[in-house]
Nanobody, 126 residues
Framework: QLVESGGDLVQPGGSLRLSCAASGMESRLYTIAWFRQAPGKRREGVSCITVSDTRRWYSDSVKGRFTIARDIVKNTVSLQMNNLKPEDTAVYYC?????????????????????WGPGTQVTVSS
C-alpha cells in the first residue's frame, strides 16, 4: 500500500515536499514514480526513481525544480517541489512498479505500475 501526503495550497514560487509512505512492502525494492493529473487533463508522469537509485527521471516541465529521493529508513519516497507554478496544480499520485520496469531514460511507463496511492492535492495559486 502507498499513501501520499504533503499536498497543500501554496503561492507561485513557493515550495512543497510530498511524501509517499509504503506499508506492507519495502519501497527500496521497487521502482517508484510520481504522476499528476490536473482537471480535464490526462495523467502524466512527473518523476521516477529506479531500484538502488540508478536512474532518476524528470519530465521537462519539472526538471530543475523537482527532486525525487528515497528514505530507506522511513520507507518513503519524497518529491521536493520548488519554484512552484500555477500549472503544477494537480492531484499527485505515487505508484510502484517491479524492479527494472516503469522508469526509462525517456520517462515513465504507467501501465507497468500496479500499486497506486489515493493521491494528494497540490494547488498553486495567489
Amino acid at each position: 500500500q502507498l499513501v501520499e501526503s504533503g499536498g497543500d495550497l501554496v503561492q507561485p514560487g513557493g515550495s512543497l515536499r510530498l511524501s509517499c509512505a509504503a506499508s506492507g512492502m519495502e519501497s527500496r525494492l521497487y521502482t517508484i514514480a510520481w504522476f499528476r493529473q490536473a482537471p480535464g487533463k490526462r495523467r502524466e508522469g512527473v518523476s521516477c526513481i529506479t531500484v538502488s537509485d540508478t536512474r532518476r527521471w524528470y519530465s521537462d516541465s519539472v526538471k530543475g525544480r523537482f527532486t525525487i529521493a528515497r528514505d530507506i529508513v522511513k520507507n518513503t519516497v519524497s518529491l521536493q517541489m520548488n519554484n512552484l507554478k500555477p500549472e503544477d496544480t494537480a492531484v499527485y499520485y505515487c505508484a510502484s512498479a517491479d524492479a527494472g520496469y516503469g522508469c526509462t531514460v525517456t520517462g515513465t511507463r504507467s501501465a507497468e505500475y500496479d500499486v497506486w496511492g489515493p493521491g494528494t492535492q497540490v494547488t498553486v495559486s495567489s
